[in-house]
């Protein structure tokens, strides 16, 4: 005979949730707004390329391009990681022009994917933070992956995952607030 436990009363649940202090969202509720949106407009659409900020979307490109230039600049994780992949610091040139536009290409590719993810939603600082570090997390398993295979060490995985975790974040507050 298999027992199943009782689930626990909402107010436990409640009160945990009030332990960590950070705000929750419910997705379902998040998910529905946009929903109870396109019913409202006489139809259904997955993605509203309409409502994609593009000065949000630019704002945010610059914003987590700085982040990476202080990132990985000795102010923040440059040291380290030069030592995780064995130049000094001497040895950085910083790239030529074409890495630098490749990269910005790069960030502007995640940042309007993540704009576009946020059109599903109503536009809220709140949605903008917690979709930005769901795909800042999700990017960040598929980098580990290859960081294990490619026999990467731990510590150079952190600096790159923490990079686009803080960068999808921020990119995310930025969406969400305009």
């Known amino acids: 005979m298999c027992s199943t436990s009782p689930k626990p009363s909402s107010s436990k649940w409640d009160a945990l949730r009030g332990l960590s202090g950070i705000p929750s969202v419910n997705l379902y509720d998040m998910m529905n707004s946009a929903r109870k949106r396109d019913q409202l407009n006489g139809g259904y659409t997955m993605f ?18 700085v ?25 950085m040139s ?43 997390v999700a990017v960040s398993a598929k980098i580990g992956m290859n960081y294990l295979f490619e026999n990467h060490s731990f510590a150079l995985f952190l600096i790159t995952a923490g990079y686009h975790i803080v960068g999808f974040v921020i990119s995310g507050l930025i969406l969400g607030a305009m």
């Open 67 to 91: 982040l990476g230039f202080l990132w990985y600049s000795p102010v923040l994780f440059g040291k380290a990681w030069a030592k995780q992949v064995g130049l000094k610091m001497e040895e």
């Open 48 to 65: 509203h390329f309409d409502e994609i900020n593009y000065w949000a979307v630019f704002i945010a490109t610059i914003a987590t391009m």
């Open 94 to 136: 910083g790239g030529n022009p074409l890495t630098y536009i490749l990269t910005a290409l790069t960030v502007l590719v995640g940042v309007w994917i993540l704009a576009l993810l946020l059109t599903l939603t109503d536009s809220r600082m709140d949605y903008g933070l917690y979709i930005g570090l769901l795909l800042g």
